[in-house]
């Protein structure tokens, strides 16, 4: 019975979460942005002493030849892929998938502007990969830079492939890459306060969405996973787990079977 309670307050503090904030409660109240606190940084810097061969260049996206699937063709094919061969994708393909999530188009004053909508314009996901079957690259987990569309190599070694699938609770989808998206969170707390929470829910939404019909449009697949180990993904990734933490992860590759 104790259980039972406990398990109806969880789900009505879910439901609060979801709702509309009342703004009119902060009236008074002043975020960062309102005290002039600097604009926090669009995208984790490269640490000072990283190894320049772990900066590697991706095609760049007005190159990209992505195919000619019509938007409506892409949308009615969506389907949560969760089996996956053994073929590789190509440089191409993944630079193509990087830029339909987390695209740069333009930096003004520090506000960046993307592929993917986002509350303010404050973009708080940062993207990982663990990278298993990507021609010209090596497995290891990597994080992507949306300013220069580029990657850096943050981990290599064996075992990785064994950490990610414990992080997903014991999913194994056989990836050719899984994607990892992390929240940076006061990127949006410094314009929205308390409402941040839902904001960063939405914008991750946002941005697998986009995964789902790029890999719709190059023949791939992909299956939005929330079901994660939130201790071993941050480890994984090398996250602090407050200042930054895992929120979402897709595996990608080239579909077996029809998906749902």
Aim: glycine share 8%; net charge negative.
């Amino acid at each position: 019975m104790k259980q039972d309670e406990e398990l109806k307050r969880e789900i009505a503090r879910g439901r609060e979460f979801l709702k509309a904030h009342d703004w009119r409660r902060w009236e008074g109240l002043q975020t960062d942005q309102q005290r002039e606190v600097p604009l926090p940084p669009f995208q984790k810097p490269i640490p000072a002493d990283v190894d320049p061969a772990n900066l590697l260049e991706l095609p760049a996206p007005e190159e990209l030849e992505p195919g000619s699937m019509p938007l409506r063709e892409a949308v009615e094919n969506r389907r949560s892929r969760r089996r996956f061969s053994d073929a590789a994708l190509t440089l191409e393909e993944l630079s193509f998938l990087l830029w339909a999530t987390q695209g740069l188009r333009r930096v003004v004053n520090g506000w960046s502007f993307r592929t993917v909508p986002s509350a303010g314009s404050r973009h708080p996901c940062e993207t990982y990969l663990l990278i298993e079957r990507v021609e010209g690259l090596t497995k290891g987990l990597y994080r992507f830079l949306p300013a220069g569309h580029r990657l850096l190599r943050v981990k290599e070694g064996p075992g990785l492939r064994r950490r990610a699938v414990l992080a997903l609770v014991g999913q194994d989808f056989n990836p050719a890459a899984t994607f990892f998206w992390t929240a940076v969170p006061y990127r949006m707390e410094w314009r929205y306060a308390a409402a941040s929470a839902k904001i960063i829910a939405l914008d991750a939404g946002h941005v697998c969405q986009n995964l789902y019909l790029a890999c719709e449009a190059l023949g791939c697949g992909t299956c939005a996973v929330g079901a994660y180990d939130q201790a071993r993904a941050d480890e994984l990734l090398g996250v602090d787990g407050e200042d930054e933490f895992t929120v979402y992860a897709a595996p990608v590759g080239r579909p077996l079977g029809e998906g749902d």
